[in-house]
């Protein structure tokens, strides 16, 4: 739920009203990228980058979520958050 929290920041929409993130990524082939390796390694860092309502949205590492506003460059239509795990 946090890639929906932080975009739901930057577009100022109630996240119950943006479209299900499932629609436009497996949440749990997000989860497994990051996840450690099947013998228990942890995996070194990664990036992945989507588009999701109208944001481009960044994580890296597992931990840390960008979304910028796809139409605005200005620093009030940017959010981030750590999402450690």
């Not at 930057?10 to 996240?15: E, I, L, T, Y």
């Not at 309502?53 to 620093?75: F, G, M, P, W």
Request: proline share 6%.
């Amino acid at each position: 739920m946090a890639v929906v929290d932080v975009v739901s920041a930057v577009v100022g929409r109630d996240p119950i009203s943006l479209r299900p993130l499932a629609e436009i990524i497996d949440p749990d082939a997000l989860d497994a990228l990051f996840a450690p390796r099947e013998n228990g390694e942890q995996r070194p860092g990664g990036e992945v980058s989507f588009i999701y309502s109208e944001c481009r949205v960044t994580i890296q590492n597992s931990e840390y979520i960008t979304a910028h506003k796809l139409d605005a460059t200005s620093s009030r239509n940017r959010a981030e958050c750590s999402d450690e795990q």
